[in-house]
């Protein structure tokens, strides 16, 4: 039976090479030179550092336009509160989406069954499986879920025919 499954994944290693360029550019940009301004990844954290609020906004715009530069959509970035460090410096911690939670994932279900097409949707950890009898119902399946979860960054992957 055709099935194909709807994931929600980032392309970590580019994720990390923006994150190095934009460390070289905060290291060599005139307006950060003699400032905390900082950012560094750990699994799948980004934590920005600077001296003020402004500071980590910028340092947030060089980050998402590396990331767009390399072809990693910024929705993936879940942005955290600003938190005070000590002295006049303040932090951000920017979560990157991987997996589809349990809420979206029934909201996909639950999109896929008010469409009336003869597809069926299984939420198999933190991805959805599409399954249904013709190749067309799954790609009209596809542009459905596109359409009605625009917030997501979501792609479909293990088509089978």
Not at 70 to 95: N, P
């Amino acid at each position: 039976m055709p099935s194909f499954d709807t994931v929600l994944e980032a392309d970590l290693v580019e994720v990390k090479n923006a994150v190095d360029q934009v460390a070289r550019e905060v290291g060599t940009r005139f307006d950060f030179k003699g400032t905390s301004a900082a950012i560094e990844l750990k699994d799948k954290d980004i934590t920005l550092f600077g001296d003020a609020d402004f500071q980590l906004t910028q340092v947030e715009d060089v980050l998402r336009s590396k990331l767009a530069k390399r072809g990693v959509d910024v929705r993936f970035l879940d942005m955290g509160k600003v938190e005070k460090i000590g002295g006049d410096k303040v932090k951000q911690v920017v979560k990157v989406k991987n997996g589809i939670s349990t809420e979206d994932g029934k909201k996909i279900q639950q999109a896929i069954k008010g469409s009336k097409l003869k597809v069926q949707g299984a939420i198999q950890g933190d991805a959805v499986r599409v399954t249904g009898a013709k190749r067309d119902d799954l790609q009209a399946a596809m542009a459905l879920i596109r359409e009605e979860m625009k917030d997501l960054p979501l792609s479909f992957n293990n088509f089978r025919d």
